[in-house]
């Protein structure tokens, strides 16, 4: 039987990281894998913030804790070298003296940034470092882009007619206008459930009381979060009749009673920059965008965005309101029954 390696290993840890997205926040996603004699004898992954972080849960996970000591650690990030809402995990390596580690990538948080690594080394580990790092970092990516950019991760969403519409002008019914199919729909509550926040803008809510939840996917639901300049968001709208957090962006104060779970938040200026702002400080690492129009083309102009899921249709509408206006070179299509999916990345 072939000997696995290092690369093996590593990407286990990204496989078991995985298993936690939409619920880390505003943690990363981390997996961790404990070989001995290139077996796997442990193994775990950050669950939930405030939980046991991926090296505690994969030690924890070793019958033999003797064994520690003649076995390697793989995990995807950096381990971390403070205190937080848990102990350092790099005291807890030192601590069962393993001598390996093997890690993907550094921690691009301020308060780690390559400490961890120095203090393991500083205690006789030998680290093996930037093991699949670009495939690290994309897994992480959302954290990464928060604390290298200052501003969430920002995932652009929308679907279209193969004529390229996103609507029709008029509406037969308050009933959403659907060009997505039910295998699409079920795909996009997915994706909500990976993601920080949800963002529309105010015609949306007007035109289509949308929910903006995940109700088709067992998963969280996101915070949602709508641009309102002029506060014309009904207050029969279910995004303001339910208990989920939402936060209404109005340009200047207004007279509106804040219910419960809701936030009424003013952009003076009110532009996209005061939003990347309040993102950063609220520690909001993701951003799923998902209309209308002329909300996702403004992020386009602003060239505020990190990556676009196009779902196009086999169906023509000949007059309707026009798709966003964009142009990028496909990294991905897949077919979800008679919807083409297309990803871009930026």
Request: aromatic share 8%; proline share 5%.
């Amino acid at each position: 039987m072939k000997s696995k390696t290092h690369i093996d290993f590593m990407k286990r840890c990204f496989v078991l990281a995985e298993k936690a997205i939409g619920n880390t926040y505003p943690n990363p996603l981390v997996g961790a894998v404990i070989v001995y004699q290139n077996k796997i004898i442990g193994e775990g992954w950050h669950q939930k913030a405030g939980e046991a972080h991926a090296e505690v849960d994969a030690i924890n996970s070793v019958n033999d804790k003797s064994l520690l000591a003649e076995s390697i650690l793989y995990v995807n990030l950096e381990p971390c070298s403070h205190f937080g809402k848990t102990p350092p995990c790099a005291d807890l390596i030192i601590q069962h003296n393993i001598k390996q580690v093997v890690i993907a990538s550094k921690d691009p948080n301020p308060k780690v940034a390559g400490k961890g690594i120095e203090k393991l080394k500083k205690a006789g580990i030998v680290v093996y470092e930037n093991m699949l790092k670009e495939e690290a970092e994309f897994l992480n990516r959302r954290f990464y882009t928060f604390y290298q950019k200052k501003r969430p991760y920002i995932i652009m969403k929308w679907a279209q007619t193969q004529d390229g519409f996103i609507a029709p002008l008029k509406k037969e019914s308050n009933r959403p206008f659907w060009i997505s199919n039910t295998l699409s729909k079920q795909k996009v509550h997915q994706w909500r459930s990976e993601e920080a926040s949800i963002l529309v803008g105010v015609q949306t809510v007007v035109m289509d009381d949308p929910q903006l939840t995940t109700r088709d996917w067992p998963g969280n639901n996101p915070l949602r979060l709508i641009l309102d300049p002029s506060d014309r968001t009904p207050n029969e709208a279910t995004v303001l009749k339910d208990q989920l957090a939402t936060i209404l962006f109005n340009q200047y104060q207004s007279e509106r009673s804040v219910r419960e779970n809701k936030e009424q938040v003013i952009l003076n200026p009110f532009s996209l920059e005061a939003l990347m702002e309040f993102c950063y400080k609220r520690t909001i690492l993701s951003l799923f965008v998902e209309g209308g129009p002329k909300t996702l083309n403004h992020f386009i102009e602003n060239q505020l965005w990190d990556e676009a899921r196009v779902f196009i249709s086999e169906e023509k509408l000949e007059l309707g309101i026009h798709s966003p206006k964009f142009e990028a070179v496909a990294h991905k299509e897949e077919k979800l029954k008679n919807n083409k999916l297309i990803t871009y990345l930026r």
